[in-house]
Protein backbone atom coordinates (compact mmCIF):
# COMPACT_ATOMS: atom_id res chain seq x y z
CA UNK A 1 0.00 0.00 0.00
CA UNK A 2 1.14 3.39 -0.79
CA UNK A 3 0.11 7.02 0.35
CA UNK A 4 1.00 9.57 -1.64
CA UNK A 5 0.30 13.52 -1.11
CA UNK A 6 -0.60 16.13 -4.05
CA UNK A 7 -1.80 19.78 -4.57
CA UNK A 8 -5.56 19.02 -5.52
CA UNK A 9 -4.87 21.70 -8.14
CA UNK A 10 -2.27 19.03 -9.98
CA UNK A 11 -3.79 17.20 -13.02
CA UNK A 12 -5.65 14.46 -12.26
CA UNK A 13 -3.94 11.18 -12.73
CA UNK A 14 -5.31 7.50 -12.75
CA UNK A 15 -1.89 6.72 -10.75
CA UNK A 16 -3.41 8.87 -7.73
CA UNK A 17 -5.34 5.82 -6.79
CA UNK A 18 -8.23 6.75 -4.25
CA UNK A 19 -7.71 10.14 -3.99
CA UNK A 20 -8.89 11.58 -0.84
CA UNK A 21 -9.40 15.79 -0.09
CA UNK A 22 -8.07 16.25 3.68
CA UNK A 23 -8.91 20.21 3.67
CA UNK A 24 -11.89 21.01 6.09
CA UNK A 25 -12.79 23.73 3.51
CA UNK A 26 -13.80 23.05 -0.33
CA UNK A 27 -10.59 24.57 -2.90
CA UNK A 28 -11.17 27.80 -4.09
CA UNK A 29 -11.79 27.92 -7.70
CA UNK A 30 -11.99 23.82 -7.89
CA UNK A 31 -14.93 22.85 -9.53
CA UNK A 32 -16.42 19.67 -8.09
CA UNK A 33 -16.48 17.38 -11.17
CA UNK A 34 -12.92 18.43 -11.70
CA UNK A 35 -11.52 17.29 -8.58
CA UNK A 36 -12.10 13.77 -9.55
CA UNK A 37 -12.87 12.54 -5.55
CA UNK A 38 -13.32 9.71 -4.45
CA UNK A 39 -13.77 10.82 -0.16
CA UNK A 40 -13.84 14.17 0.65
CA UNK A 41 -12.95 13.39 4.72
CA UNK A 42 -13.32 16.92 6.33
CA UNK A 43 -12.78 15.56 9.58
CA UNK A 44 -8.87 14.53 9.42
CA UNK A 45 -8.20 18.55 8.74
CA UNK A 46 -6.88 20.54 11.24
CA UNK A 47 -9.22 22.13 13.39
CA UNK A 48 -10.22 26.03 11.75
CA UNK A 49 -9.00 27.36 15.11
CA UNK A 50 -5.35 25.80 14.46
CA UNK A 51 -5.84 26.53 10.51
CA UNK A 52 -6.29 29.78 11.34
CA UNK A 53 -3.26 30.23 13.74
CA UNK A 54 -0.90 28.66 11.46
CA UNK A 55 -1.70 30.37 8.35
CA UNK A 56 -2.07 33.71 9.64
CA UNK A 57 0.77 36.23 8.94
CA UNK A 58 3.79 33.86 8.31
CA UNK A 59 3.17 30.26 9.39
CA UNK A 60 6.08 28.48 8.14
CA UNK A 61 8.00 30.14 11.40
CA UNK A 62 5.02 28.34 13.57
CA UNK A 63 5.34 25.01 11.46
CA UNK A 64 6.98 23.01 14.79
CA UNK A 65 4.36 24.12 16.91
CA UNK A 66 1.61 23.56 14.28
CA UNK A 67 2.66 19.90 13.94
CA UNK A 68 2.96 19.32 16.92
CA UNK A 69 -0.44 20.46 17.81
CA UNK A 70 -2.44 19.21 14.88
CA UNK A 71 -0.57 15.58 16.03
CA UNK A 72 -2.53 16.44 19.12
CA UNK A 73 -5.50 16.51 17.28
CA UNK A 74 -5.01 13.26 15.54
CA UNK A 75 -4.52 11.55 18.57
CA UNK A 76 -7.80 12.28 19.77
CA UNK A 77 -9.60 12.34 16.30
CA UNK A 78 -12.22 9.47 15.10
CA UNK A 79 -11.44 10.19 11.36
CA UNK A 80 -8.34 8.89 11.21
CA UNK A 81 -9.58 5.24 11.92
CA UNK A 82 -11.76 6.02 8.88
CA UNK A 83 -8.88 6.93 6.96
CA UNK A 84 -6.96 4.01 7.94
CA UNK A 85 -9.78 1.99 6.68
CA UNK A 86 -9.49 3.67 3.14
CA UNK A 87 -6.03 2.95 3.42
CA UNK A 88 -6.21 -0.81 3.50
CA UNK A 89 -9.08 -0.91 1.15
CA UNK A 90 -6.87 0.58 -1.35
CA UNK A 91 -3.83 -0.01 -2.31
CA UNK A 92 -2.75 3.59 -3.62
CA UNK A 93 -4.03 6.50 -1.69
CA UNK A 94 -3.62 10.14 -2.51
CA UNK A 95 -4.17 12.80 0.35
CA UNK A 96 -5.50 16.01 -1.50
CA UNK A 97 -4.65 19.90 -0.13
CA UNK A 98 -5.16 23.00 -1.95
CA UNK A 99 -2.40 25.47 0.01
CA UNK A 100 0.24 26.51 -2.11
CA UNK A 101 3.24 24.96 0.09
CA UNK A 102 4.33 21.73 -0.83
CA UNK A 103 6.93 21.73 1.92
CA UNK A 104 4.69 23.16 5.34
CA UNK A 105 1.02 21.88 4.73
CA UNK A 106 -0.91 19.30 6.93
CA UNK A 107 -1.26 16.51 4.49
CA UNK A 108 2.55 15.58 4.93
CA UNK A 109 1.78 15.62 8.47
CA UNK A 110 -1.02 13.71 8.27
CA UNK A 111 0.80 10.72 6.13
CA UNK A 112 3.67 10.39 8.59
CA UNK A 113 1.40 10.27 11.47
CA UNK A 114 -0.70 7.31 9.61
CA UNK A 115 2.81 5.69 8.68
CA UNK A 116 4.17 5.67 12.29
CA UNK A 117 0.68 4.30 13.65
Not at 6 to 32: A, C, H, N, Q, T
Not at 40 to 52: C, F, H
Not at 74 to 93: F, G, P
Amino acid sequence: MSVHVKRIYEPFSKDDGFRILVDRLWPRGMKKEDAHLDKWLKEVAPSTELRQWFHNDNGTDKWERFVKAYRKELKESTAVEELRSYIKEHQVVTLLFAVKDDEHNHALVLREFIKES
